[in-house]
């Protein structure tokens, strides 16, 4: 059974890192890019960028480059999503997706980061 | 704002058949498929829908999808209560060279 399974919910401080997670389990995690997709609070779904396991090369929406960076550690099937100084603005859902051809075909459950002084 | 444009909600009676409609553009919609996702409350979108009109497995009949040009529609036939829920439409953009989705649609069964 394929499945996604993300970190923790996650409170910080505005300034402060993080870096969150998702394990892939049940298929060839190399094989197939991994996203991640943002949902601010009450509002739609974002694509922030990818990720290929099996190079770590990775893509990023213009709206998210510089912002963030997405590893991956394909030793271990997982993928990261990381930032290095959060704002409020940044509270938001989390989810990693699996890309299939051309779909969003498997998701994680969503990893909640709230960042408040 | 969001790159394709979803009706940002809707609505019908049990039983009653209604549609989405995604509008796009010829980066996205106009060259690429379309992808429908479900996101019931409280939980992580779910594909619906995907290369315009296929169903993944376990998915009913009752969800339809057509796409025409540079617009796209999920139909939803015989409606049910526990449809209610958030419907995404999706497709490559190839000027972002990257996934592009609606706004979403809140779909609320009276």
């Known amino acids: 059974e394929v499945q996604l399974v993300q970190s923790g919910a996650e409170v910080k401080k505005p300034g402060e890192s993080l870096r969150i997670s998702c394990k892939g389990s049940g298929y060839s995690f190399a094989t197939y890019w991994i996203s991640w997709v943002r949902q601010l609070p009450g509002k739609g779904l974002e694509w922030m960028g990818r990720?290929?396991?099996?190079?770590?090369?990775?893509n990023y929406s213009p709206s998210f480059q510089g912002h963030v960076t997405i590893s991956a550690d394909k030793s271990i099937t997982t993928a990261y999503l990381q930032w290095s100084s959060l704002k409020a603005s940044d509270t938001a859902m989390y989810y990693c997706?699996?890309?299939?051809?051309?779909?969003?075909?498997?998701w994680g459950r969503g990893t909640l980061v709230t960042v408040s002084s | 704002h969001s790159v394709l444009t979803q009706p940002p909600s809707a609505s019908g009676t049990p039983g009653q058949r209604v549609t989405i409609s995604c509008s796009g553009s010829?980066?996205?919609?106009?060259?690429?498929?379309v992808n429908w996702y479900q996101q019931l409350p409280g939980t992580a979108p779910k594909l619906l829908i995907y290369t315009n009109n296929q169903r993944p497995s376990g998915v009913p009949d009752r969800f339809s999808g057509s796409k025409s040009g540079t617009s796209a529609s999920l139909a939803i036939s015989g409606l049910q209560s526990e449809d209610e829920a958030d419907y995404y439409c999706?497709?490559?953009?190839?000027?972002?060279?990257?996934?592009?989705f609606g706004g979403g649609t809140d779909l609320t069964v009276l």
């Open positions: 997706a699996r890309r299939n051809d051309g779909t969003f075909d498997y």
């Open positions: 010829s980066s996205n919609i106009g060259s690429n498929t």
């Open positions: 999706a497709a490559w953009d190839d000027s972002l060279n990257g996934p592009v």
């Open positions: 990720i290929d396991p099996s190079d770590s090369h990775t």
